[in-house]
């Protein structure tokens, strides 16, 4: 059973950083544009920030100048490096992955469970 692995949250003071971490299992003939959302406490899920199969990347403007996405160490992985972290941006951090190329065997869509980042 595959699963999105999501990693990296925690409780930070207002100004600190964290990084997260996400990916899939090698699924070589599946290629994914890999994103992250968030939910604050009583709100709903939003975007956050998107990573395309051609390396452009993609932020909400919350979090623009603040936040980076990059490749991980596998394909389908990303890290999602958070800096300058708000009160605001305490939120669940859920790992999302949408097909952009493969075979018939390869699903539309992963999400992970979520990781908690707390800023206070």
């Known amino acids: 059973h595959v699963q999105l692995v999501e990693s990296g949250g925690g409780s930070v003071e207002a100004g600190g950083s964290l990084r997260l971490s996400c990916a899939l299992p090698e699924l070589s003939e599946c290629t994914y544009v890999m994103t992250w959302h968030r939910q604050p406490p009583g709100k709903e899920r939003v975007f956050v920030s998107r990573?395309?199969?051609?390396?452009?990347?993609v932020y909400a403007d919350s979090v623009e100048g603040r936040f980076t996405i990059s490749q991980g160490n596998t394909k389908n992985a990303v890290f999602l490096q958070m800096n300058d972290l708000k009160p605001e941006d305490t939120a669940m951090y859920y790992c999302?992955?949408?097909?952009?190329?493969?075979?018939?065997?390869?699903?539309?869509?992963?999400w992970g469970l979520g990781t908690q980042v707390t800023v206070s």
């Open positions: 999302g992955a949408y097909l952009h190329s493969g075979g018939l065997t390869c699903r539309p869509n992963y």
């Open positions: 990573l395309e199969v051609n390396g452009n990347t």
